[in-house]
């Protein structure tokens, strides 16, 4: 079965920039989203299409793309950024995968 | 804005059904947009569960397909899940979701969610 590897945890202090990274074999042919999820709520899109932006979404949020690996990053990283960031991409037609969740904490 | 609001029983027993129906509000569930469920265990990531369109369609995790239904009452605006033989490993918070339906499916991605509902699998 298809997976995304995400690293289990990320912290930065405020200000600095958060990497975080999502490998995954057929990210090299397929777009990966990202969702940010804050304790209690509902994710949400904080990238799509490897490195778009939503309209609302703080332009300190950036994606990449590079082979099978995509990285999310967050620069001058603040307070509000401390949650559980998601990545997502699709394997055959029809099947929706998740990476494990990547818990940032903003020292 | 379209809000999406999951209902169903909080508690299930094992080896029971669990059901639990997503209302679509200011959004035409007919749009070509599929709708989705996916769910979180306590403390864990998310997993996708499936999708339905409009017409019937649907597509199901792999891992999960002979223990789940999906359907849509498109008159009142509701799709629904329901999760054969349930046991402790079901339990989760069960999220309602909307992604595309047009084109390529690698550009399909969850930009709406409802707000959860946690579900209990426990006698």
């Known amino acids: 079965s298809y997976e995304l590897t995400q690293p289990p945890s990320v912290s930065v202090s405020p200000g600095q920039t958060a990497t975080i990274t999502c490998s995954g074999d057929?990210?090299?042919?397929?777009?990966a989203y990202w969702y940010q999820q804050k304790p209690g709520q509902a994710p949400v899109v904080v990238i799509y299409?490897?490195?778009e932006r939503p309209s609302g979404i703080p332009e300190r949020f950036s994606g990449s793309s590079s082979g099978t690996i995509v990285t999310l990053t967050i620069s001058g990283v603040q307070a509000e950024d401390e949650a559980d960031y998601y990545c997502?991409?699709?394997?055959?037609?029809?099947?929706?995968?998740f990476g494990g969740g990547t818990k940032l904490t903003v020292l | 804005q379209a809000l999406l609001q999951e209902s169903g029983p909080g508690l299930v027993k094992p080896s029971e059904t669990l059901s639990l129906t997503c209302g679509v509000s200011?959004?035409?569930?007919?749009?070509?947009?599929?709708w989705a469920w996916i769910r979180q265990p306590p403390g864990k990531g998310l997993e996708w569960i499936g999708s339905?369109?409009?017409?019937?369609?649907?597509f199901y995790n792999p891992s999960l397909r002979s223990r789940i239904s999906m359907s849509m009452d498109t008159s009142t605006h509701q799709f629904s899940l329901n999760l054969y033989s349930v046991t402790a490993a079901d339990t989760a918070v069960y999220y309602c979701?909307?992604?595309?339906?047009?084109?390529?499916?690698?550009?399909?991605?969850?930009?709406?969610w409802g707000r959860g509902t946690l579900v209990a699998v426990s006698s």
């Open positions: 979701a909307r992604h595309e339906g047009t084109g390529d499916p690698q550009y399909w991605y969850f930009d709406l």
């Open positions: 200011d959004f035409s569930i007919t749009s070509p947009y599929y």
């Open positions: 339905i369109y409009h017409t019937g369609s649907t």
């Open positions: 057929a990210l090299a042919k397929k777009h």
């Open positions: 299409k490897d490195n």
């Open positions: 997502q991409s699709v394997d055959t037609i029809g099947t929706w995968v």
